[in-house]
């Protein structure tokens, strides 16, 4: 009987461990289509350098390095699924540093939707993916300026090397605004990268390669 006991006993704490542990072992949702989610990301280059990330432990990180500039934002709400023109620019707050001028760090359709519909469906509450972007069709967002055009929008022509990482302001439309422009419209930050150079002109491509989203909250 003393046995009896101890096995019933037993049997009691393992079902009560059981019912304890169960909510840790249940499948959390998956975010479909039409549902609203809260993300967390990075968004890097092409050659995978982090330019944008709501990380603080990454930007200290990066900061320590020297001379890597790295924006922290806040985390991202976002519909899943949803889409938008490849060329439509989403304006990113930015909380750290401080980016006179511009309106916030701008994303592209591409990129949001690459997020939004390649990444987020599926996903489920704490899960993390890498997610490759890809602008399609023959639009390599790559501009070439001249000398003028160059210094006219900032930069200095002469200092410029290729490799150089140099800011870049967008409109409404991804294109920089043209000599003269009298708009009061505060553009949205763009990262670029000077591919090539000759004596009197630049190639600048303001593509990135990637994002690292993490979904935090699905609310809707």
């Not at 990454?58 to 976002?78: A, D, I």
């Not at 309106?103 to 899960?127: H, K, P, Q, W, Y």
Request: charged share 15%.
């Amino acid at each position: 009987m003393k046995w009896a006991y101890v096995g019933i006993a037993l049997l009691v704490a393992v079902a009560m461990v059981g019912t304890y542990l169960a909510p840790m072992f249940e499948k959390k949702p998956a975010a479909q289509v039409g549902n609203t989610a809260v993300v967390d990301y990075t968004i890097f280059s092409e050659d995978g350098r982090p330019l944008i990330t709501t990380d603080q432990n990454l930007l200290e990180s990066e900061y320590k390095k020297g001379g890597n500039v790295v924006l922290l934002t806040q985390r991202l709400e976002m519909p899943v699924g949803g889409q938008v023109s490849g060329e439509n620019i989403a304006v990113i707050p930015v909380l750290y540093p401080e980016i006179s001028g511009f309106s916030g760090f701008g994303l592209l359709g591409f990129e949001t939707n690459a997020i939004s519909v390649g990444g987020l469906v599926g996903m489920r509450t704490g899960e993390t993916k890498t997610i490759s972007f890809s602008y399609g069709g023959e639009n390599d967002l790559a501009m070439n300026l001249s000398e003028e055009d160059a210094d006219g929008i900032g930069l200095n022509f002469t200092k410029t090397a290729v490799g150089d990482l140099v800011p870049l302001g967008l409109t409404t439309t991804p294109d920089i605004p043209p000599l003269g422009n009298e708009s009061n419209e505060s553009p949205a930050l763009r990262f670029g990268k000077v591919t090539a150079k000759s004596p009197d002109s630049m190639t600048i491509a303001h593509r990135y390669g990637s994002a690292r989203v993490t979904l935090g909250v699905i609310t809707g």
